[in-house]
Nanobody, 126 residues
Framework: VQLQASGGGLVQAGGSLRLSCAAS????????MAWFRQAPGKEREFVAA???????????RYADSVKERFTISKDSAKNTAYLQMDSLKPEDTAVYYC?????????????????WGQGTQVTVSS
């Protein structure tokens, strides 16, 4: 499975961005797609995840720091996951990575994910 992340950019505080993660290659009938981020000088951290079985979405989970502001979704027909980011703050500045795992159970742990995209830069100015 190959993941291609896109949609990053420069935005002012309070603005919005939508990240996309297009999956190609082997198709899995169930799994988890997630977003992580890494700010300069910090470790990569969990942002949001969504699981699915077949064409139906299931549960979602968010980091406390992004709850009520970020929304993860998936378009099964396009094999693409999205991260809608609203009310952005300067502390959201980071490189955002999409990741996927074949197990249906949502995990916030990096090492539990089998596949990673290349990352897309999000910069929020104050």
């Amino acid at each position: 499975v190959q993941l291609q992340a896109s949609g990053g950019g420069l935005v002012q505080a309070g603005g919005s961005l939508r990240l996309s993660c297009a999956a190609s290659g082997r198709t899995v009938s169930r799994g988890v797609m997630a977003w992580f981020r890494q700010a300069p000088g910090k470790e990569r951290e969990f942002v949001a995840a969504l699981n699915w079985i077949g064409g139906s979405g299931g549960d979602t989970r968010y980091a406390d720091s992004v709850k009520e502001r970020f929304t993860i979704s998936k378009d099964s027909a396009k094999n693409t996951a999205y991260l809608q980011m609203d009310s952005l703050k300067p502390e959201d500045t980071a490189v955002y990575y999409c990741a996927a795992r074949n197990n249906w159970v949502i995990s916030t742990i990096l090492s539990h994910y089998n596949y990673w995209g290349q990352g897309t830069q999000v910069t929020v100015s104050s």
